[in-house]
């Protein structure tokens, strides 16, 4: 891991390489929302919290700037999805993603 923060260190390619790798963390977080919301719900905000907490402290704890930046856009990408569980389960009230039909059950029983 250290050669490959070198290597963008030294061809300058911090910028880029941030760039990068948060559209990536962002992306990735999308699916995740959907996913916690449909197969946990609403409660899956406090997996989000706990992350957002994790990686803001290595965010804190990591001398390197490349690493920290990444923990750092984990770490409120994290604290974003807090508000966007919420607002997928609205989605799923409007029709516009599906609802897990077991989880529906569970709340009927």
Known sequence: ????????????????????????????????????????????????LLLGIVAATASICIDGLFLSIMFGVVSFSSFWSILEVFEQRERVRKGWFPENPQRKQKHIE
Not at 6 to 28: D, K, P, Q, R, Y
């Open 1 to 48: 891991m250290d050669a490959i923060v070198e290597f963008i260190t030294e061809h300058n390619l911090s910028g880029l390489a941030v760039g990068i790798f948060t559209f990536l963390i962002i992306g990735l977080f999308h699916p995740l929302v959907i996913k916690a919301e449909y197969y946990i719900g609403t409660k899956s905000w406090w997996l989000f």
